[in-house]
């Protein structure tokens, strides 16, 4: 099942972030309905949990991903916690520049960190030309974990990386050390001309997939191949999609050009 950003109908085209919100205001008002009536006689602590359970749920029901799971569940806990407890000012701004360090485009172009799994590796591995020096490129590299499987599989192409993210950039840096193969460069993806490239491969967001698209038309040779993780370009029909069978259920989707 695709990562969709209009997953509940009345939502409209949204972000995830906007679905998550407009769950947990729907459980809210659940919650407080049935506490003002006198449905059910709970303690705070048990309807922060029931709130939780109950978004968390939804929001699976409703097609978020799964890393959105924890998140719906310990939101109004966690906040309920910190009420109580006393936290300096400097560790709010630790964990903000932390945050911004490793999700640093999800600011920048609404595109958060997401790690491409080893059985989406091994799967683009069979999308790759079959003659030798063939192109690849990773917008959005992370970590490079797509990058290292595949130049450890098929050492005779060059593989290259952009990420805008500082510490996954850094990371991706030092996986590649002893690979000369591998380029990973800090930096945005549309700065990247995709001419010079047999396939493309992108693991983003809903947001930018149709401007993506109009940067393929322009740039990408006739012939080459842009793979999509998990997200669809709206209004273009695939060339085909792949299941992936992970644990997070990705799926391929497939252009060529």
């Not at 085209?13 to 679905?19: A, E, G, H, N």
């Not at 491409?116 to 003659?131: G, H, K």
């Not at 740039?219 to 085909?240: A, D, H």
Request: with cysteine; charged share 15%.
């Amino acid at each position: 099942m695709p990562h969709r950003a209009d997953a509940l109908p009345f939502a409209g085209t949204q972000s995830p972030l906007r679905v998550s919100a407009l769950l947990h205001v729907l459980c809210v008002a659940a919650c407080g309905f049935a506490a003002a009536t006198g449905l059910w006689r709970l303690p705070l602590e048990v309807w922060l949990l029931v709130e939780g359970v109950t978004a968390a749920a939804a929001g699976r029901v409703f097609g978020l991903p799964w890393w959105w799971v924890p998140i719906n569940l310990l939101f109004f806990p966690a906040i309920y916690m910190l009420l109580g407890v006393e936290v300096p000012p400097i560790a709010f701004l630790v964990a903000f520049c932390l945050l911004l360090l490793v999700n640093g485009a999800a600011w920048c172009q609404r595109v958060p960190l997401f790690l491409s799994s080893d059985r989406a590796a091994d799967m683009v591995r069979t999308l790759l030309p079959v003659q030798n020096g063939f192109r690849f490129i990773d917008l959005g590299c992370g970590t490079g974990t797509m990058l290292t499987s595949l130049a450890r599989q098929r050492p005779d192409g060059h593989f290259s990386g952009v990420e805008l993210a500082p510490l996954p950039y850094l990371l991706s840096r030092w996986r590649i050390l002893r690979r000369h193969a591998v380029n990973v460069r800090w930096g945005s993806l549309w700065n990247v001309d995709l001419a010079n490239y047999d396939v493309v491969y992108v693991y983003l967001s809903p947001v930018p997939m149709a401007k993506l698209w109009d940067k393929a038309c322009r740039e990408m040779r006739p012939g080459s191949l842009l793979v999509s993780n998990g997200f669809c370009i709206p209004g273009v029909v695939p060339t085909q999609t792949l299941a992936v069978g992970d644990a997070v259920r990705s799926t391929l989707y497939l252009w060529r050009m």
